[in-house]
């Protein structure tokens, strides 16, 4: 089965200090994958060399066999870290800009998830909460019919209550053959929907399990097993 994602001794430097160290991982089609770690891991960096914003010091990365680039940019839908729409915008003009920017945008069912999480689209970004405008990106990059979506740390300012419905119907109402890598602090939350999981640990990858295996293997959650190797 031809992989969707493989980093081969994937290693990025930032002046002497080593922030990703030899990463091998192979990801396949159809798994929600959480990207787990302790600050300053290298989670945000992996994320970052994937999408070909930032350029290994050593090894590779290859999205459907491509390096990253123009080719991957279409099947990979990306929530960075911060922000990147435009705060004076009104939320339905975004929706416009995407649909146009992107080929596999899909308006309906942006339109359908802004209805059910009763955001208002005439709305400009400055004037929505936090949280709010965090529902908003998440919406808009999983409108997009990609093979690849990676979140970094999607739902950080959502209140518990808006997350479990986020979690339950945006991150499942996607194509089941496309892969979600998501980073989060927030284990708890996620575990639930996640098929996989990945341990950064100082730039090495310490743990890659299925959740199913984790359970068996060490009988507890990942948030428990997750707390007690990353205890300080
Ligand atoms: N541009 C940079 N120059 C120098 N060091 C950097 C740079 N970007 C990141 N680092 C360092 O690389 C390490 C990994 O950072 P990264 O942002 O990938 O971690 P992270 O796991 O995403 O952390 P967090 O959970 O806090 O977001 C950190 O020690 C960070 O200080």
Redesign the pocket.
């Known amino acids: 089965m031809k992989s969707l994602l493989e980093c081969q001794g994937l290693t990025k430097k930032?002046?002497n200090?080593y922030?990703l160290s030899n990463l091998d991982l192979t990801l396949e089609k159809g798994q929600i994958v959480g990207l787990l770690?302790?600050?300053?891991?290298?989670?945000?960096?992996?994320i970052k060399l994937i999408n070909g914003l930032l350029v290994p010091t050593d090894g590779r990365v290859m999205v459907e066999s491509m390096a990253p680039g123009v080719e991957t940019k279409k099947i990979i839908s990306y929530l960075p870290?911060r922000s990147s729409v435009s705060e004076h915008m009104r939320v339905k003009d975004i929706i416009a800009y995407f649909a146009d920017f992107y080929d596999n945008f899909n308006v309906e069912r942006a339109n359908a998830m802004f209805k059910d999480l009763e955001i208002d689209t005439h709305a400009r970004m400055r004037t929505l909460s936090k949280g709010t405008k965090e529902k908003v990106q998440l919406i808009l990059v999983m409108s997009r019919d990609a093979e690849l979506y990676i979140l970094d740390?999607p739902i950080g300012g959502v209140d518990p209550a808006a997350r479990d419905y986020i979690l339950h119907t945006i991150l499942t109402n996607y194509n089941e053959n496309a892969t979600i890598l998501i980073?989060t602090?927030l284990i708890t939350d996620i575990e639930n929907v996640l098929d996989r999981v990945l341990f950064?640990q100082n730039?090495h990858l310490t743990l890659n399990e299925t959740v199913d295996d984790i359970r068996t293997k060490w009988g507890k959650s990942v948030d428990a097993l997750f707390r007690e190797v990353f205890k300080c």
């Open positions: 930032y002046n200090f922030a770690g302790p600050n300053g891991s290298g989670k945000t960096t992996l870290e740390e980073s602090h950064l730039g």
